[in-house]
Every structure is written in C-alpha cells, then in structure tokens.
C-alpha cells in the first residue's frame, strides 16, 4: 500500500467511524434504561455479580465493575453506550480493513462496512449500556482472527516461533473474549469466510493450505476457549448455567434455527416482526436468491476462466459453508436462545459480506467494465441510504423512543404523587401487550420498559435519584405487580400504573 493509499484508508476509516458516531447519536444523547441496566447499575443487593460468573463472564463482570462507579444517574448510560459507539465504528473499520481483496473497490467496501454498522445485533450494542463491551469483544475477535491468518501465512513462509507467537496472542486474547460474552468468539470466523471467498482459494494450492490451517488453528482455538470456561466454574466454584452447557438436543436446535434464525439472519436490516410472516419471509427470499444467482455466477466462472475442477469446487463451497457455519459456533454447539440478536451478530455479518460479494460476482459477470463499476457505485448508495434508514428508524422506534417516554412517565408520576409520607411504592408492570410499540419483535426490539421482572427494584431506584429530595431508600418499600388487583391501598402507599404508556402509542387518544 503505497502513501496516497494508505492517506485514503484512512480517511475512509474516519468517515466510518463519524457515520456511525451520527447514526447511533439518539442513544449516546438519550436518556433511558432497558431491561438488565437497571438491576446492573441500580442495584439493592449483590446478586448480579453472582449472574455473571454463573454465565462464566468474569470479564464482563469485572468491566461493569469499573464503570459502575461513573453511574449516578440514568443519563450517565449515555457515557457507556457511546463508548459502545466508538466500539462499533471500530468494528466496522476492521471490517473495511479485512475485506480490501474481496471487495476490491474503496467505495463499495466502504458501504458494506457501514451497512454492517447498521444491523440489528449493532443497534442492540449500541442502545443497551449493560452489553457496552461487546462491540469490542466483536472487534478484538475479528482482529484474533487476523492476527492467527497472519501466523498461518507465516508458518507456510517457514517462520515457525513468529507462527507460534501469533497463535499464543490471540488465544489469549479469544479467551478473554470468552470470558466476556461467549457468542462473541464467532467473530473469529469472519476472518476465515473472507479468506476462503478469495479467488486465490481457486488458483493456488499454498493460499488453500493457509486457509486450511486457518480452519485448523481456529477450531483448536475454540477448544481452548471452552476449556478455559469449564476451568473458570470449576475454580469459582459457581453452579453455571445451560448456556454455558453443551447443546442436548440438537433436533430441536437444527429446527429451531431453520424456523427462525435463517429467516433473522437473511432479513439482514429488517427486525423480525412476528406478526408479518409472509413480509419477513419474502425478504428472506429475495436474499437468498441473490446469494444463490452469485454462487451459480461463481461457480461457472470458476471452471471457464480458473479451470477449476468439480471437486476443487465443492471443495471450496464447503470451506465457505463450514466457515459460514462457525460464525455461529457458539450457538450450534450450546443450549443458547436462537432467537437473540447478539448471539447470531457474526452469522448475520457472514451473510451481509456474502450478499455484497454475490451482487459484485453478478455484476462483473453481466456487466462491462464501465457499466459494472457504476452499478457497484449505485449498490454503494444503495446500501448506505437503506441500511443508516432502517437502522435509525429501528433505533429510534425500538429503543430510544419508548424507553426514554416510559421512564419520564414514571419520572413523573413520583413527582405528582410521592410524598414525605410515602413508605411504599408499587409498580404494576407492563405485559408483553402493554408497549409503547405494538410490534412484536423479536429478542430485545419492542419488549415493554417495565415487562422483565427484574427490572425491578432498579428501576425506582433510577426514578427516585431524579427527584429533587432524594428519598432515603431504607424507608421505603418497593413492590411490583403485573396487575392492578394485587397493588396494596393507603395513605402511605403510592402506586404507579405503568400499563398507562398504551396512551403514548402512535394513534392512542389521550
């Protein structure tokens, strides 16, 4: 890379980073908690420390631990998800950086690199301040992988130790990935599908031992990573959770993801709305038709212009499976919920770089060479004004919307009614169908404010803070319901009903 290239890249790195710094902006600014925030940094008792070492993320648990101490109030999340926000925009770069062969134009490359940022597993990064560390961890795993393809590529050059040195380097850093959040280890792979998507995987039978070598050391590296686990629980000594367990039935994971996942996966910038089926699947569709069009495309170029045989050819379309594959590695192999953005961020980044690669292969295939350089310019825009409007618009309608609106109601509703007499103070909660958004989308997207339980007692701990004479916590009595009829009476008592916040909804009469 020559000085002026060099300038370029990193200039374009910067852009990624302010595009998403401007996408994300609403989360950094606004002024709400979701779900595990509120026992996390607005806790009674020490039980969440204890949740984290069962799920074996002693990281995780000691990097909340530092930030802790920074959070009085629930606008100071803002300071947390925006460190979030630099995370993903970083992410975002490594991804630029690791896709400069396989996308081979800056501006295209470019696009891809912000559409990633604009994923539904990015935006709940970004949105929820407990996950803070996750884009980093999704990071530093793209990097591990980079720096093992570096020592395979070294080994095949004869350099032995500087081979071994890398290894080390990032196991120990794939590790404490591991301890952080365990699904994020599959950002590993992405590194891997790239490498086998190159061309060279067809031309040159030294690149394929590099890639096979790749496979080799990152499967012995996973390995690593779960002993590592198992040898945390054993030492901690705390009785760990199915997640962390190996998959027991594997039937009911093979459908559950074909049900569900593929169709998370594949509907790439659109949340999975429940509700509309038929719309989730055609979307689904018309992106599995594009990766299939640009397989075929490949495959036939590959056996006129490389001469590539038949079986070096399922050869390579199996490595893309297997690597396609282990960029959800964690959730094929343990006893996780399918239905979680977080844990298939990886697999839905394979697919958005598989999708970008398949419409550059049909491009070059159908087009000349001026024409297929202004249609990879139109998919660029294409791809940057759908992914940064989809990906606000899930922000901002999901997230920061009606978590900000619910907690300044609650806000509210203690200013009116919270007295020097209040010794108690109970919350009915919201139901699954008590949300601000009516949409029932999955995972994270479009769950009420105050529907987990555990919400609570953090929750009134964060509102009381807000109040102009804090109240002394030791005096009173926080208590909740999902209904109305079990809330207690008295002149004491104040009871906020937070299934009000259906008023707030698009079209609700006040």
Known sequence: MNRTSAQISVLLSLLIVAVVLGLYRPAIQGNYGAADDFPT????????????????????????????????????????????????GLLCVTIFYATRRLLPRDEYRLAVAVAVGGLPTLIVFAAWATVWSYAWGAMLAVLAGMVTWRGCRLREAGSIFSAVVCWLISSLLLILIFWTYQPLVSWFWLVALIAVLDGRFLRNRFYRRECTWLAATGFVQMGLCFVALKVFILVSGVEPKSRVQLLSDPLAKAMALGRTTVTMVLDQWQVVDVDRKPLMLAIAAVSLLILVAGFVVAWRSAGQKMRAGVGLRLLWLAAIAFCLAMTHVHGLAADVNVKNYRTIGALCVGTTILLAWAMSQLCDAFLSAKQSRRAHQALACGLIVLSLFMARWNLVHYWTSPYAVGYQYLVEELEAKFTPSTRRIHLVRQTVDDGIVTQHAIHSFARPLSEPEWVMPGILVAALRELPDEPDLSTLTLTHSLSADEAPSGEDVVVIDLRELKKFRAGASK
């Open 41 to 88: 940094f607005f806790p009674v008792d020490n039980h969440i420390p204890e949740i984290y070492r069962a799920d074996g993320r002693p990281v995780l648990e000691l990097l909340l631990g530092i930030v802790d101490g920074s959070v009085d109030q629930l606008k100071d999340l803002g300071r947390l998800r925006g460190i979030s926000v630099i995370g993903i």
